[in-house]
């Protein structure tokens, strides 16, 4: 399979990120070229070198045997917004014409009356039908969580799920016990050694899949299924090359309680796509597709990474994970 692969030759893309999502200035990766089409390979800064073979994987995939067929041509998205001004997030969230909104929170210690009067704007732009959830990206210890949530909802006027309160699922698990709404594993999926033999049903009541750290759609197709828990699909704050495998995944999956967390290319200063086929919602909505839109050579050259260090530290990043393959 390797041999079938442009690996020498794959662009390195640099793309800054508005609003510090996720405390992020800009997303990196490279654009892998397969016989069949394109993948993405980005993973996180912090992420191992077999951390980043599952997203070697899941670009592979993609270029290469391609997709399951999907059981649904549409899906519902969430607006992601970041840890912004109530204005900002108002704004965000009426421009995206989703009916569900994913929130940051707990960015920094005592940050909680930001997160409410972030969490109030979300709910006036979507109105008492809309659908809010926090993410708290594993940054409260048990007793902060159990504190902090039902503000939340209250602020929220309703949460549909709180995704990762606490890094552990122990403390998932003692959060989930003493608050009402649910709770969703995240991070303590994907950085799982072997996803599909976690303990989730105690932890969470809803589990978050994300193609990149997962390996690939079929792998996480199989965490889905030993999980035993109702499912949503997130992003990894990729280009459309990759975001394109979320929406496969959220495809094929049999059933697809809530809208997932795919509405992130609005968050980049530009794509690696053309306009048209730039996977930015519509109606809240983004289509399924075979594969991935072929990237655009004029935006893969203005988002190309010129600096030799980089170049270099990428395609050694690249390297390592063959090497785990």
């Known amino acids: 399979m390797k041999t079938l692969i442009d690996f020498d030759d794959a662009p390195i893309f640099t793309i800054a990120v508005s609003d510090g999502f996720r405390g992020l200035h800009s997303r990196e990766g490279m654009l892998i070229e397969g016989p069949q089409g394109w993948g993405e390979f980005s993973p996180a800064a912090g992420s191992d070198d077999r951390e980043a073979a599952r997203?070697?994987?899941?670009?592979?995939?993609?270029?290469?045997?391609?997709?399951?067929d999907p059981a649904r041509g549409r899906v519902p998205v969430a607006a992601a917004v970041p840890a912004v001004t109530p204005e900002?997030?108002?704004?965000?969230?009426?421009?995206?014409?989703?009916?569900?909104?994913?929130?940051?929170?707990?960015?920094?210690?005592?940050?909680?009356?930001?997160?409410?009067?972030?969490?109030?704007?979300?709910?006036?732009?979507?109105?008492?039908?809309?659908?809010?959830?926090?993410d708290a990206g594993g940054r409260w210890d048990v007793d902060t969580a159990v504190a902090a949530i039902p503000a939340l909802v209250r602020a929220a006027g309703g949460l549909e799920f709180v995704k990762q309160p606490c890094s552990t699922l122990d403390e998932l698990a003692a959060v989930r016990r003493m608050v009402e709404v649910r709770i969703a594993a995240d991070e303590s999926i994907r950085r799982a050694a072997d996803p599909t033999r976690l303990p989730l049903t105690e932890a969470a009541d809803v589990a978050v899949l994300t193609v990149g750290p997962l390996g690939g759609v079929r792998r996480a197709i199989r965490v889905a299924e030993a999980c035993e828990l109702p499912c949503v699909v997130s992003s990894a704050l990729e280009t459309s090359v990759g975001l394109a495998g979320g929406l496969a995944l959220a495809g094929a999956l049999p059933e697809l309680s809530f809208a997932c967390g795919l509405g992130t290319v609005g968050l980049l200063a530009g794509d690696v796509v053309s306009r048209g086929r730039s996977l930015v919602p519509v109606d809240g909505c983004l289509p399924v597709a075979p594969m991935p839109a072929a990237p655009d050579p004029e935006l893969v050259e203005r988002f190309a990474v010129t600096d030799e260090d980089t170049v270099a530290w990428w395609r050694s990043r690249l390297r390592a994970a063959q090497s785990f393959l």
Request: aromatic fraction near 4%; include cysteine; glycine fraction near 10%.
């Open 55 to 68: 997203w070697l994987t899941a670009a592979i995939e993609a270029g290469t045997v391609g997709w399951p």
């Open 88 to 134: 900002r997030a108002r704004e965000i969230v009426a421009a995206t014409g989703c009916r569900s909104a994913d929130v940051e929170v707990a960015t920094r210690p005592g940050s909680l009356a930001d997160d409410i009067a972030r969490l109030e704007a979300v709910r006036d732009a979507l109105g008492s039908d809309g659908a809010v959830r926090c």
